[in-house]
């Protein structure tokens, strides 16, 4: 029997709009998110393109949607393990790991700080820490905290159980739905900074990651707000962005991630909008800002403390004294190889889809790379990053391209 309902795996920024495309013209869709909350990759931004917006510019708004619309249902820490069937009529196994908390909107952040054991936070990518019991993401959807049992001490989960909401019988589960057609919005990872060995990733504590300023510079970040050294939470008056850190790159992303460009302009913007007198140097070795983001090249550009480079960075290494950054480059352009100190650095690093490594429930292919390919005679389909490197704007496109493709094929078209 056929069913008119859609699948969207990944509850991000891509999902969402997928999600409620579909939704909003009548179909039950069901979201699949892994992690505790719906919002994805541009929940851990500072702003986005293309009109620097917070995350809560969009994405309260979707999450408002989703509550005021009955067709939507969610499940988060969850993850499709099974896909029968054909296309209109697919049978899907979903399983669900347990959270350990009540459903329902409760303040438990009291109980959260008497827990004895702080955790790295996987949000806030390493440089921040959480409780066992936590709800670390701003505007949270859903607003309920989540429990990580494994970090609690015997003590911990002791004063926990007389809470009412705290259920500790919690255990995994699997349903099963029926849908007629499956879209995968599973978006996007930084690719990962330790496997840049020569760029000093992982090892250098003032060398971090373009995902990581976007934690520094968000308000709602481990300094608040505020871009400092992570090794002794000084100033910056020398900034360095390395490009195409592990993109463009046979060895490691053999493709060109499109957003990171940009990203690190405006990364520099939030750096000058700080510290009006720090310098910057980026190193290039194309500036990419397609269409409508070359005027705001030119307007970041034209700042006098922002220079460029085009030159590849061979190597990065740290001064043990000062925590100082020193990148070794040869300019392509002089051909003159020389090292250069930086109080902090960053490294522009690649998209890689989340996909990547993975096997898929479903008999649909991923390339070389792990973007989605093909899948569409089977009522498969690909939106945002999981597709292609896409920025924001470009994955909401995608997300909608997917949902009216998926609608054609539950409805027979």
Wanted: overall charge neutral; some cysteine.
């Amino acid at each position: 029997m056929s069913s008119s309902a859609i699948l969207v795996v990944g509850g991000g920024f891509s999902g969402i709009t997928a999600a409620l495309e579909a939704a909003e013209v009548g179909h039950e869709v069901f979201i699949v998110e892994k992690n505790p909350f719906l919002g994805g990759r541009v929940m851990q931004l500072n702003k986005y393109f293309p009109k620097l917006c917070p995350p809560s510019c969009g994405l309260e708004i979707q999450f408002q949607r989703i509550k005021n619309n009955k067709n939507v249902k969610f499940f988060t820490m969850a993850e499709v393990t099974k896909v029968t069937g054909k296309p209109g009529d697919y049978d899907v196994t979903i399983s669900i790991r347990p959270r350990y908390v009540e459903p329902g909107s409760l303040d438990l952040s009291d109980a959260a700080e008497a827990l004895s054991k702080d955790v790295p936070s996987e949000f806030e990518l390493g440089m921040g820490s959480r409780k066992a019991l936590y709800m670390d993401v701003p505007f949270a959807f859903p607003n309920r905290y989540v429990l990580d049992k494994d970090n609690c001490s015997k003590e911990d989960l002791a004063s926990l159980a007389g809470t009412d909401i705290i259920n500790m019988g919690d255990a995994p589960k699997e349903v099963t739905v029926k849908v007629g057609s499956i879209i995968y919005a599973t978006g996007w990872k930084p690719y990962d900074v330790t496997r840049l060995t020569n760029l000093g990733a992982g090892s250098i504590k003032n060398c971090v990651s373009n995902m990581q300023l976007e934690r520094l510079a968000s308000p709602s970040g481990p300094t608040n707000g505020c871009i400092v050294r992570p090794s002794d939470g000084r100033t910056p008056r020398s900034i360095a962005f390395v490009q195409c850190a592990g993109s463009r790159d046979e060895n490691h992303l053999n493709y060109c991630s499109y957003i990171c460009c940009m990203a690190s302009l405006k990364q520099a913007a939030y750096v000058r909008e700080q510290y009006p007198n720090a310098r910057i140097t980026i190193y290039y070795i194309d500036l990419r800002t397609p269409g409508r983001y070359e005027n705001f090249a030119k307007k970041i550009l034209a700042d006098d403390k922002i220079a460029t480079v085009k030159g590849k960075v061979a190597a990065v290494a740290e001064d043990s004294a000062t925590g100082d950054v020193l990148l070794t480059v040869e300019d392509a352009v002089t051909g003159i190889k020389s090292e250069n100190r930086f109080e902090m650095a960053v490294l522009a690093t690649g998209m890689q889809p989340s996909l990547a490594g993975q096997k898929l429930p479903v008999d649909v292919a991923l390339d070389e790379m792990g973007f989605l390919v093909g899948g569409e005679e089977k009522g498969i389909f690909a939106a945002g990053c999981a597709k292609t490197p896409l920025d924001v704007m470009k994955s909401a496109q995608s997300a909608t391209g997917a949902a009216m493709k998926a609608i054609q094929t539950v409805r027979g078209r």
